[in-house]
C-alpha cells in the first residue's frame, strides 16, 4: 500500500490538472507520483517545471534517449516504478523494438552508438550508491559529448534521482499503463516485478 494516497482528479483545482496536463502527452495519464506530490501543489508544481526543462529537446541528446537514460538511472538505483514508466516513455518517443529490448544489456547490444553506451554507462554509473562516476567512466562520456550535452544528461540522471527515492518511499501505486509495458517488456528480461507499487 502507499505511503500516502495519490489526489483523484476531482480532488485537485482545474489550474492544477492543467498544469499536470503536459505528463498526458509524455506518459499517456498523470502520474500517481505527481498525484501525490500535488498534496503540497507548489512542490508539485516545481517539479513539473524541472521535468519540463530537463526532458526538453535541445538537440544533441533525443528526447527518445532522454528517456533511455532515466531507464538505465533507473534500473541502477533499483526503482520499479521508474523503470516501468521510463520503458513506457521510452517506447511512446519512439524508441525501437531493438533498443527497448536491450536498453538493460546496452553495452552488448549493437543498436547504441558508441556516444550512447558511454552515456548510458555514465548514468548506470552516477545512479549508483555510492556513486560509481570514476575518471574513466567521466573521459568516456567527454569524448563522445559536448559540455551541454553531459548537463543534460547529468540533469536527467538527477531528476530520476529525485523520482527513485520518492516513489520507493512512498511506495507508489503503478497505474494501469506502465504496469502493462513493464511486464510486457521487463518480466523476462530482467527480472521486474511490481513489488511493493501494486494497488492493493
Not at 512542490?43 to 544533441?60: F, H, P, Q, S
Not at 511490481?194 to 492493493?200: D, L, R, S, V
Amino acid at each position: 500500500m502507499p505511503l500516502i494516497a495519490a489526489l483523484e482528479e476531482d480532488e485537485m483545482t482545474p489550474e492544477l490538472l492543467e498544469e499536470f496536463s503536459f505528463f498526458r502527452g509524455t506518459l499517456g495519464g498523470i502520474p500517481n507520483s505527481i498525484r501525490t506530490m500535488a498534496r503540497r501543489p507548489e512542490i508539485a508544481r516545481a517539479y513539473t517545471e524541472l521535468n519540463k526543462a530537463v526532458m526538453g529537446d535541445y538537440g544533441a541528446v533525443t528526447l527518445e534517449f532522454k528517456r533511455l537514460v532515466g531507464y538505465v538511472s533507473s534500473f541502477a538505483s533499483g526503482c520499479l516504478y521508474c523503470q516501468a514508466h521510463m520503458i513506457l516513455a521510452s517506447e511512446r518517443f519512439g524508441a525501437s523494438e531493438e533498443r527497448l529490448n536491450s536498453v538493460y544489456d546496452f553495452e552488448d547490444s549493437p543498436h547504441y552508438t558508441d556516444a550512447e553506451k558511454a552515456a548510458l554507462a555514465f548514468a548506470h554509473a552516477a545512479a549508483s550508491v555510492p556513486n560509481m562516476v570514476t575518471e574513466e567512466v567521466g573521459a568516456r562520456l567527454r569524448e563522445h559529448w559536448s559540455e551541454e550535452a553531459i548537463v543534460e544528461i547529468t540533469a536527467v540522471v538527477a531528476l530520476f534521482g529525485y523520482l527513485n527515492r520518492w516513489n520507493d518511499s512512498m511506495g507508489t501505486a503503478l497505474e494501469e499503463l506502465p504496469h502493462d509495458r513493464g511486464q510486457k517488456r521487463l518480466v523476462d528480461a530482467t527480472g521486474w516485478e511490481i513489488g511493493k507499487h501494486g494497488t492493493t
